[in-house]
C-alpha cells in the first residue's frame, strides 16, 4: 500500500519561507509523476507544481517563488517557498502517480492515484 507523508506546514507571515517535504512507502523512480497540489477554504484543489524525471511544471500564481525538488533515493519530494502572500494560504498535498500523467492534465489533481493527507500553510500577518 503507497503512503505519502507530509511534512513541514504551519503558520508564516507575508513575505517568509516555508519548505513542506512528503515521504513515500514506496520506491520513487525517476520517471514517476510527483507533486504538490493545495485547496484553500471552499475552493477546489490546484495544481501547485509537479515533477517527473527532468521535467517541472509551475502553476502560473506560483512561478518564481516556489521550487519543486525530489530525492528519489530518499523517495521524498520537497517543496520550497518563498515570498509567501496570504493567497498561498490551503491545505497542501503530495500525489504520486507511477503509471503515467498525460501531458496536458500533468496539474490536474484526478490524474493523480496516491495521496497524502495534507499539511497546513497559514499565511497572515
Known amino acids: 500500500q503507497v503512503q505519502l507523508v507530509e511534512s513541514g506546514g504551519g503558520s508564516v507571515q507575508p513575505g517568509g519561507s516555508l519548505r513542506l517535504s512528503c515521504v513515500a512507502s514506496?520506491?520513487?523512480?525517476?520517471?514517476?509523476?510527483l507533486g504538490w497540489f493545495r485547496q484553500a477554504p471552499g475552493k477546489g484543489r490546484e495544481g501547485v507544481a509537479v515533477?517527473?524525471?527532468?521535467?517541472?511544471t509551475y502553476a502560473d500564481s506560483v512561478k518564481g517563488r516556489f521550487t519543486i525538488s525530489r530525492d528519489n533515493s530518499k523517495n521524498t519530494v520537497y517543496l520550497q517557498m518563498h515570498s509567501l502572500r496570504p493567497e498561498d494560504t490551503a491545505i497542501y498535498y503530495c500525489?504520486?502517480?507511477?503509471?503515467?500523467?498525460?501531458?496536458?492534465?500533468?496539474?490536474?489533481?484526478?490524474?493523480?492515484?496516491?495521496w497524502g493527507q495534507g499539511t497546513q500553510v497559514t499565511v497572515s500577518s
Open positions: 500525489a504520486l502517480q507511477d503509471n503515467g500523467v498525460p501531458w496536458s492534465r500533468r496539474l490536474v489533481p484526478d490524474a493523480y492515484e496516491y
Open positions: 515533477s517527473a524525471g527532468s521535467i517541472t
Open positions: 514506496v520506491h520513487i523512480a525517476s520517471r514517476d509523476w
